[in-house]
């Protein structure tokens, strides 16, 4: 299921449909942690707005300028916005409350439903951790009225905040999690189309090979083809069972 | 919002609503646990049915004769149809597989979608969370083709177990619960009527009193006037974020 | 009960009562988390101390000015003198070793027995669970002689060092609290009072019953009208039973 | 510090404090676990009653009329009443509802304050952890007014019950321990005095050793000679800090 | 890489490899759990012996013979021994100590090094964690000297029990796994042959894909083909780093 | 068993045994927390490198120039060499992402197989947690290609990375430790002497006694003399069980 156009969201987004906004420390974090639930919102009909806070200039492989088309190739390949923002750089990000104040500002403006950012497990890439983190600080400094620098925009509160692992190891136990069904062909070819685009990350690596394994596996648990992993922040409100879905418990 | 009259469930039952079944130790403790969920879905026009596996039989107050009919007016009062069945007695249930295929059997009967049972934490009448073990190993045997027992009914496969918890140290730390909105006024007058009718139970203690402050408080988190925490055996299998409701997070 | 006077601490305290010492991050936070053991604890003749570390001006609600009125106001009503410190500013607080080295000399100056701080649960206000971690080692810091910019107080070890939450979010899993009984009606007004002092904070809002409503839930568990937790950093030493108190299980 | 000679409870023990009832599966482990803690209770007036599950007749070393003998010398030693009751017998022990009735009539009939149990980690002699659940439950079914085989004692709510750690292994993390200071020379000789009670199980072993060391090990974490840790099954209740004692850190 | 053949190991196995006791519930959980682990042993000359507790029967899919059958040719491709225990049955386990007793029996006769049993997770077939619970007790029954049952056999103290995992939830969380390589090209055809052997139950089930999956993404954690996760129940004991193998951590 | 003069590691380490690196807060951090583990592997011929980031500054005990000779006391002592790096100083260490990078830049020198970091256990000083998360994460910055400051040396991926604890508070739940056996008196020798260089930190100290009783219970636990626990950061990558030791269960 070869796909080399990118995915066009339907012109006009239902109302009812907040933004989607993801947040990542690297090129290629986003497409490797929770692609395939950017594809499949876009599919539906979200609008979806990635925001990378470096170029990977630390890497072993790829240049600044490489990382940065990668990145723009893959976020059209799954009919997402792109924005970059300077934080400290690459293998260098600290949790200063600047930069949360920073990313509350993104927030205001991008005035998203849902918001995903990186676990906040310590032991992967230290940036992933810490903008996790510095989005979940962020998400609440949004709502405060008294920040200085956020004037500009009005106050905004989120729906909800999800966090992506990057690996498995990044999947934090304590939460439990809410399995995302990425079976659809269309989905699941414009996400490993985006995965593989970052083409100087993939040379000797089996990044891809690594994702599609993991969310097998998790589809199987789930009953379907693939899924993903995300980590609510706080816990789901639901009207009644008719929202809840159903239970992954498959073996 | 006095409320005197039974609830009605719609006649008709959407088909897409799979029945509820509710299983409680003794009599109160799904009304206290989870009283207003039960209300709350019935209200939404899914059958509910409870079943109680002792009549209260070692409490310092009320003869098994008062509880049953207690316990049969508060079933009416939540829209719920009732039934007991028989396994240790109170205050004297053990983990037995024989109660497990009983409890099997029950659920192949109800052919229900969602399980709700009390909560896994031991700290509480030790009869609530032996009763949530059986329950959960309930529903995989109902699954099972080759167990003799069950036989007589097709295998079933529920579509999620949540557990309830009976009291503010019941709820189990390490799984992010679901907060049922529960806020609506019939709802909730259905829930504290339910609750009340336990006479017995209510003599010189605040059962009610202690629900209803410990739902405002999930209620306040979650945004709304009172909400009832579940707790998911499994993770949550979403289609999209168009299922997820949104987060509890207001303070 | 209505309660418009400040406590009365007795004058001359017994000097087996070392003062209590608490840290807030903003106006208000010792009130709603822990306000009632404050009045307790004067009124049983103890001195307290308050330390905020900003004046809440990144809120919504309410100018710098006023919460500092408001703040000074609920600290006379709970009997306690009241101390502000400079630290990065309410929204912007960082873990920086320069704070925790002037917070230590904050505890050398008031030489308490027991400190207060912020939980260090780090999904609620951010600037909450930093204080925590900075009081912490604060209290570290506090008995090492070589620190320069401490050595013109005598080093101090504290006697313990408890943590409050500010809302049941903030209440951490893992440590097991203990439950300060704040039952007594005039303890109970002078906190009431105490809160309601913040006004700017109350329009709209419904923190004093948020508060009233989770010390009642843990009162009725500790079978008390209304009680507040606090979570231990280091294990209790006894010299006996006699000083265990009692356990909290009602129900 | 030699003691031969049992401690020798003062005659009138003073009404406030309800006695001590501490269980142990088998001959030995209350002293190796807690004896310290016995001995200081005794010493300070108050009555203790310790109950043995087994004669310890599945052991390696020691006939059962052995066992008997030593943990009556033992018992002596502690200052504490001994009896033994008959469950499934050593290494046999199961979690049966039969049980708990009976541990709950001991229970009834010895009035205590304070209960101590083995510790609930399942990783240690499996009739440690079970008899630890059994006096949970027990401690609950006591004071259910309904149970018909506890109808002959008034039914009794007991003040707190704690667990106590056999080795270093059962020690649960998850619970924070108070530490009990066990150092005054007369206490820590009849400790010891007990622990060496237990010929048979001494001989080529060193537990007497283990335990002191862990004692010690304790003793250096609060500051004291030696400590043992207990963990409480539910939160302390205090009316005020002046109960609070003082935490350990000294490293 | 087909295998048609059963694994022969070498015939005199160097006497300081202690023989590999495996227990499984299920005819298959063994295989699917870890087979490839048992391949890696018999392939490096260590005899391994496989114990079942039922045949099956209460499977969806297969006759108690078919099972039989299927768990033999298994057990041979393996290059292991295979023998059946009954205690009470498919689905209908329980834990009880003359459960642990026989299988303590087990151990006497059969004087293992290393022991597998399944993972203590509850929420996964109940038949697993009971069985894991047994034997992790019948390895502490067999180094009792007094039990009437066990006599015949001298004691044996096992060298380290190890829990295996059926599927990824049953990987227990809070116990850091070992990961143990079974990527050559035999062992990892072995495990797939006695995987695939159990016919009746990969009928329609893609339970060997998941098996694969599994241990590939464990395998790109530690940096070759395919790993299986084995979680210890007690600490390593090491006489230096020379035999601490390496980190997993490729990602 | 008195030992007077440093170890002498054998001329000519085998190849196969990369060195040894050990990075400490403070002087006398790596002898309290783990100085029987370097003592024991520069007696079996690998090389040893530690490296300290204060000079003990802070403490109320002994000057920067005596901590530092009995710091390179201590390390002879012990047979490895001795290096100080200036981060921010005794008390004052933050987690920057530049002290990662210059870790970093200390790991591709020194090349290491094994590194051993303080626990990252918070309630300690605060420097221990701290230096062990700045050495997690320059563990991965040493394997970065683009990291401008550290290109003058080749990328570097150790084998793995082990916490040690200084107490027996900063022992982490949560990670199964692997034992080290520290028994033999050689090494225990050595241990004990290079402890007891820290003179000025001993003055009227029993850091000593704490740290020899500590490894006493976790030997007792082990069935040896005495030994260190070491806390892994990844799961250990295994060929077979022969690499596996054995299991610490001997109570």
Known sequence: ????????????????????????????????GCGGVVAGETRAGRAAHLVLCSRGEAATQGT??????????????????????????????????????KLAGVIRRARPGIVLAPSLVDNQHPDHGRLGQLVRDATRLARYGGVAELREWPAHSIGQLFYYAVTLEAEPAGI?????????????????????AHVSQNRGRNYVELQLTRARLHGMRAGVGHAIPLFPNDPLVLGSFAQAGRGARRF
């Open 176 to 196: 439990t999690p809410v399995l995302l069904d990425v079976s659809a062909p269309e989905i699941l070819a414009a996400w490993t189309a985006a995965m593989e």
């Open 1 to 32: 299921m070869p796909l080399t156009e990118p995915m066009k969201p339907t012109p006009n987004s239902p109302p009812e449909l907040a933004p989607l906004l993801v947040f990542g420390a690297h090129p290629d974090d986003i497409e490797f």
């Open 64 to 101: 600044p300028a490489e990382r940065t088309a990668e990145a723009q190739q893959a976020a059209a390949l799954l009919g997402a916005t792109l924005e970059f923002i300077e934080l400290d750089g690459d293998a260098r990000l600290e949790v200063r409350s600047a930069h949360a104040i």
